[in-house]
């Protein structure tokens, strides 16, 4: 039975941020007094406050106001400004599970208030913070490492109220490393310190973790008493997450006891309760309570039917948290990953290519056996026609060789464009560090450049690996509808930190109902060359602009930048298949021309078209032309 875990981090979040708050302010007010304030101090906390209300609900705002105060920390030279800053944009990474990128925001943010305010709330609130993300992270140690300065840093600022959260934070790292005794001795502090103050939040969630901790040592009865006084302080504040977590535990509890009915009675409450409030994981939990229950009491069919519901939710939790996990390892062990598993798949890539030329020259050594055999066969019968024949075969033979050799070159081209200069990259940056030539925070600085290089090189190898198993098996296409926006997003968002540091926006005018009918997977392709194509050209501080029409014939996906554009002679040679075009880059960017060439082979397989409509010094309009089929 799972305990109840919860994001200490958000409570501590909040709560300290009531030490400048006191209640939670109307948006309108807050954007009125930044309007009229003239003080930096002033302008930080009210951006802090307004990015704390967009925090759960609209992330991007949140972390546009953390970066105004990176904006004000900078005009005005104030190092605790800009401090705050990378607190606020770790907790907008946070709150959207992107928990590597909040790390480094968070540690940015330690570093300088350690130096410049080593005895304040912003420090200790920073402190809790990082324990959270370590702890989502799996990185125990860290996290009751910088859980422990939480709390001494509380203490020191007489703020008990606050450490009760950090205790619980603290007791609940110990928990997962399955240390009881350490963990009750943590929580048994939190639950003093909650009763002393009467804070009403940690002392439900502090009687709940000592009956959970209590239980999980065998100590049945004690851990009862707890979880009655967890439901009656949870009912008090009407905690609807809480009396969930406290029935299922009763409900445990009583099961570990062997008594099926109140178990089951406890299993139910709990389903009632969960019918306002969703919450895939308690569900599952509450599902898998009834399938024991009913598996005691010999009813065979019920406990079939809530084991395959726990099962079947539990298969999509676990593949949503595979996915969020992959994607928040730490910055060191996410590129080390990456790498492996680029040189493991490019290691099978040419296995598959060498399996593919045996079984190519063991099918033409065959082929030259039949025809020798037919040649003699036929020899004093059709002498002329068996010439003939012959010659056809060899011409045949001749354009196979030559269309393998193509695709092998072609290939080797995508493996130079898409994979070899980003893995270059990174092996340069691990040796830079390896030799002690760049200190770690110059390299975690520095791989926050890479992040979306590494997603989009992961995707490009799932694309080429597809491409090879279309040119061999000659499966090309997977058309169906799907909603164009939300790919389009899929795809924007590998370039975002890359648009933002060349201050590029991105407009994107696409109906959120238009469809389109084509492979996924070739237009994720396109639109990943074409967007890139359009920000390496683009100026600074331009635009580009995605956008869907519709007519009686096609559906129509344009993408348009304001750059350097191309001449006639360039938009020839790529729209009839001519040598690779490689330009440098508005900011010296380069490339190796092969993206666009593959675009318009994979636009056309879907039996569409691709149009580009260009001038030099005025930028590029590209058209994608997709019939309309039902």
């Known amino acids: 039975m799972n305990i109840r875990h919860i994001s200490f981090f958000v409570f501590?979040?909040?709560?300290?941020?009531?030490?400048?708050?006191?209640?939670?302010?109307?948006?309108?007010?807050?954007?009125?007094?930044?309007?009229?304030?003239?003080?930096?101090?002033?302008?930080?906390?009210?951006?802090?406050?307004?990015?704390?209300?967009?925090?759960?609900?609209?992330?991007?705002?949140?972390?546009?106001?953390?970066?105004?105060?990176?904006?004000?920390?900078e005009s005005t030279h104030n190092k605790w400004a800009e401090g705050v800053g990378y607190t606020v944009i770790g907790t907008s990474y946070f709150t959207r599970s992107e928990f590597t990128q909040s790390l480094a925001y968070f540690l940015k943010a330690i570093n300088i208030l350690e130096q410049i305010q080593p005895h304040t709330l912003d420090l200790a609130r920073a402190y809790a913070q990082i324990t959270s993300a370590y702890a989502e992270l799996t990185d125990y140690k860290s996290g009751k490492e910088y859980g422990e300065k939480c709390i001494n840093l509380y203490n020191t600022l007489n703020e008990k109220k606050l450490a009760a959260g950090a205790y619980n934070n603290v007791g609940n790292l110990y928990e997962k490393q399955k240390k009881y005794d350490k963990a009750e001795t943590y929580y048994r502090k939190a639950l003093d310190i909650s009763r002393e103050h009467d804070i009403k939040f940690h002392l439900a969630l502090s009687y709940f973790n000592m009956g959970a901790i209590l239980s999980k040592q065998g100590r049945i009865a004690e851990s009862f008493a707890y979880i009655r006084q967890a439901t009656i302080s949870s009912r008090a504040i009407e905690d609807t997450e809480g009396m969930i977590y406290n029935y299922l535990e009763l409900g445990h509890l009583y099961l570990l006891q062997n008594k099926l009915d109140s178990a089951l009675l406890y299993a139910d409450s709990a389903s009632v309760v969960m019918q306002d409030y969703e919450n895939l994981k308690l569900l599952e939990d509450c599902y898998r309570m009834k399938s024991e229950v009913f598996e005691k009491k010999g009813n065979i069919d019920s406990a079939y039917v809530y084991f395959k519901k726990s099962t079947a939710l539990h298969d999509s939790l676990y593949n949503e948290f595979s996915q969020k996990l992959v994607y928040s390892l730490t910055t060191n062990q996410k590129i080390n990953s990456l790498q492996e598993q680029s040189l493991l798949r490019e290691q099978a890539l040419n296995q598959q290519i060498i399996k593919n030329q045996v079984l190519l020259i063991m099918g033409i050594c065959l082929l030259l056996v039949l025809l020798t055999l037919f040649f003699f066969n036929r020899q004093k019968i059709k002498h002329n026609n068996r010439l003939q024949a012959q010659n056809e075969q060899i011409e045949a033979?001749?354009?196979?060789?030559?269309?393998?050799?193509?695709?092998?070159?072609?290939?080797?081209?995508?493996?130079?464009?898409?994979?070899?200069?980003?893995?270059?990259?990174?092996?340069?940056?691990?040796?830079?560090?390896n030799n002690k030539l760049i200190s770690p925070e110059q390299f975690l600085a520095i791989t926050q450049k890479f992040n979306?290089?590494?997603?989009?090189?992961?995707?490009?190898?799932?694309?080429?690996?597809q491409w090879v198993h279309a040119q061999m098996r000659g499966k090309y296409l997977n058309k169906e509808h799907f909603m164009l926006v939300k790919v389009v997003e899929s795809v924007a968002k590998l370039y975002e930190q890359a648009l933002y540091q060349k201050n590029v926006h991105l407009k994107m005018l696409i109906p959120p109902d238009f469809k389109i009918f084509m492979d996924k997977e070739h237009l994720k392709l396109a639109l990943r060359n074409l967007i890139g194509n359009a920000l390496k050209f683009s100026h600074e501080?331009?635009?580009?602009?995605?956008?869907?029409?519709?007519?009686?014939?096609?559906?129509?996906?344009?993408?348009?930048?304001?750059?350097?554009?191309?001449?006639?002679?360039?938009?020839?040679?790529?729209l009839n298949n001519q040598e690779s075009i490689s330009t440098l880059g508005t900011l010296k960017e380069t490339g190796t021309g092969v993206g666009l060439k593959l675009t318009k082979e994979f636009i056309e397989k879907s039996k569409g078209k691709l149009d580009i409509e260009s001038e030099v010094g005025k930028g590029t309009c590209f058209t994608i032309f997709m019939p309309i089929e039902s």
């Open 541 to 574: 501080n331009s635009e580009i602009v995605i956008e869907a029409l519709e007519n009686d014939r096609f559906y129509l996906v344009k993408i348009i930048d304001k750059g350097l554009g191309m001449s006639q002679e360039q938009v020839y040679k790529i």
């Open 397 to 433: 033979q001749k354009e196979e060789l030559s269309l393998l050799n193509s695709n092998k070159d072609k290939l080797i081209s995508i493996m130079s464009h898409d994979l070899r200069s980003p893995i270059n990259q990174m092996k340069g940056l691990l040796s830079l560090l």
């Open 12 to 73: 501590l979040f909040l709560f300290s941020n009531l030490i400048y708050t006191q209640q939670k302010a109307d948006i309108d007010s807050l954007h009125k007094a930044l309007a009229t304030t003239t003080k930096d101090t002033t302008q930080v906390r009210v951006c802090s406050r307004i990015a704390m209300s967009y925090m759960y609900n609209k992330q991007d705002s949140a972390e546009f106001y953390g970066k105004k105060i990176l904006s004000i920390a």
């Open 452 to 465: 979306n290089q590494v997603d989009a090189l992961s995707d490009n190898l799932e694309n080429i690996l």
